[in-house]
T-cell receptor, first 111, second 113 residues
Framework: DAKTTQPPSMDCAEGRAANLPCNHS???????VYWYRQIHSQGPQYIIH???NNETNEMASLIITEDRKSSTLILPHATLRDTAVYYC????????????FGKGTRLSVIA | DSGVTQTPKHLITATGQRVTLRCSPR?????VYWYQQSLDQGLQFLIQ???????AKGNILERFSAQQFPDLHSELNLSSLELGDSALYFC????????????FGPGTRLTVT
């Protein structure tokens, strides 16, 4: 079972920042937070991951709270092509633990 | 384009039949993963191979089996097919067995009638 809780859906205006929340209150000290997204029936795509520090790459920023019980994925300037289901996943980085996908958040970017 | 290829793209078959789905990982990736995505179950991990050896097993039915060949391509065999096996089957690959980033293929859509 997924160890994360996400809102089922969100809307965002094109050009605005999309802030997608994720609760992971039972996260362990060695578990990372990963974000993937899936654009309609395509294979999921890795976005970003982090342990406790905030992370930023060319796609998004990841803000993790100090107690690590929740995080927010930020798409700074959402476009229509960002419409997708976004999955927040917690997983240890090493070892053979698989990615466990929950239901995710369906983000709709509106023109 | 993730660099992972899957064939066929679509497959329609009857209950009780057997099918084989094929996956070629990205060049240089040693680990292959199989996932099943159905409307009611979401995206579920089935099995992982690393350099030809099974590394992790998820919710894979006994009617399903997989293998990874010396050239690192992988096949997922589904037998005694049931209507409920209709789903999208994704293959993903990563550099090693524990990489944080998995690259997913475009999927094979299986329809069992």
């Amino acid at each position: 079972d997924a160890k994360t809780t996400q809102p089922p859906s969100m809307d965002c205006a094109e050009g605005r920042a999309a802030n997608l929340p994720c609760n992971h209150s039972t996260i362990s000290g060695n578990e990372y937070v990963y974000w993937y997204r899936q654009i309609h029936s395509q294979g999921p795509q890795y976005i970003i991951h982090g342990l406790k520090n905030n992370e930023t790459n060319e796609m998004a920023s990841l803000i993790i709270t100090e107690d690590r019980k929740s995080s927010t994925l930020i798409l700074p300037h959402a476009t229509l092509r960002d419409t997708a289901v976004y999955y927040c996943i917690v997983r240890v980085e090493s070892g053979n633990t698989p990615l466990v996908f929950g239901k995710g958040t369906r983000l709709s970017v509106i023109a | 384009d993730s660099g992972v290829t899957q064939t066929p793209k679509h497959l329609i078959t009857a209950t009780g039949q057997r099918v084989t789905l094929r996956c070629s990982p990205r060049s240089g990736d040693l680990s292959v993963y199989w996932y099943q995505q159905s409307l009611d179950q979401g995206l579920q991990f089935l099995i992982q191979y690393y350099n030809g050896e099974e590394r992790a097993k998820g919710n894979i039915l006994e009617r399903f089996s997989a293998q990874q060949f010396p050239d690192l391509h992988s096949e997922l065999n589904l037998s005694s097919l049931e209507l409920g096996d209709s789903a999208l089957y994704f293959c993903a690959s990563s550099v090693d067995a524990s990489s944080y980033e998995q690259y997913f293929g475009p999927g094979t859509r299986l329809t069992v009638t």
